[in-house]
């Protein structure tokens, strides 16, 4: 972005223009613009003296609460975070524009209140922002924090990720009063042994009941079926030969409302998203 300097003149004593004064002698080096400023009712110099620190530091609160928006809707736009300065609107227009353009907004800030009156004003309207924006960024963190917990569940190792998105209806022994189904991930390194040992690691075990049913880089995951009673044990031989239980139940209807909760929360962060990239742009 162009840098831009703000340059008060008094009138020419000749009767030229301080525009056209100034436009012409920086015209090999930079293009003039005019900020309009109003008559503003200045008061007496004592109001000025005291008002000068009350505004040094409503600048520099303006300008942090500027730069806290920026850095918001950087984290929102995430992968098109390039297009930062494409979505950083004044007025709807870019902030290049804005400047050139400006014009004092006689509706917010009237001109006839007094300047303190007018910076009250403005430092309310920041306070404002602040707090809004505040808001909005701990919606939106929590949203994406949430969906990001149920990515990761979804597509991290067979330790630790859901199993609902692998498994099938098909690989479980369901509604039996006696039989239960049990999902075991074991390393690759130790397949031959699961394959060997599964079906005497503890009595009633049903026979070749268990089949390969997903792979990572590290981990395989297997089903076996056997009889609830022996499940305890099962579990204690398994950990003793490095093989890892993992602890489900299947049931269709809370898979299913595991995935609408995430395709919820992606729809969510998409809505949040619009709604805050128009909100910083207003």
């Given at each position: 972005m162009a840098e831009f300097w703000l340059v008060s003149v008094p009138p020419d004593?000749?009767?030229?223009?301080?525009?056209?004064?100034?436009?012409?002698?920086?015209?090999?080096?930079?293009?003039?613009f005019r900020f309009s400023v109003p008559e503003l009712k200045v008061g007496t110099l004592d109001v000025l003296v005291?008002?000068?620190?009350?505004?040094?530091?409503?600048?520099?609160?303006?300008?942090?609460i500027a730069k806290k928006v920026s850095h918001y809707?950087?984290?929102?736009?995430?992968?098109?975070?390039?297009?930062?300065?494409?979505?950083?609107?004044?007025n709807g227009l870019d902030l290049q524009a804005y400047l050139q353009r400006f014009q004092w907004d006689m509706a917010k800030f009237p001109i006839k209140q007094s300047l303190k009156a007018i910076a009250d004003q403005i430092s309310k309207q920041m306070s404002q922002i602040e707090a809004d924006l505040k808001t909005k960024s701990t919606s939106y963190n929590n949203i994406k924090g949430n969906l990001q917990n149920l990515e990761r569940k979804a597509t991290g190792s067979l330790m630790t990720r859901n199993l609902g998105d692998i498994v099938r209806k098909e690989d479980f022994v369901l509604d039996s009063e006696y039989l239960q189904t049990l999902l075991v991930v074991v390393p690759k390194l130790y397949q031959d042994d699961w394959k060997k040992k599964y079906e005497q690691l503890t009595e009633m075990v049903a026979p070749r009941s268990s089949k390969l049913l997903f792979e990572d880089g590290d981990h395989t995951l297997y089903n076996v079926t056997l009889f609830k009673r022996v499940i305890d044990e099962f579990k204690y031989k398994c950990r003793e030969n490095k093989f890892t239980v993992r602890?489900?139940?299947?049931?269709?209807?809370?898979?299913?409302?595991?995935?609408?909760?995430?395709?919820?929360?992606?729809?969510?962060?998409?809505?949040q998203f619009v709604s805050r990239v128009d909100y910083v742009a207003v």
């Open positions: 004593k000749h009767g030229r223009s301080a525009f056209d004064n100034i436009t012409q002698e920086t015209a090999n080096h930079s293009v003039t005291g008002l000068s620190d009350d505004l040094g530091k409503l600048d520099s609160y303006c300008e942090m809707l950087g984290d929102v736009l995430e992968e098109d975070r390039d297009k930062l300065h494409d979505n950083l609107l004044a602890d489900f139940v299947y049931n269709e209807e809370e898979l299913q409302a595991g995935k609408n909760e995430i395709l919820k929360l992606s729809t969510d962060k998409k809505k």
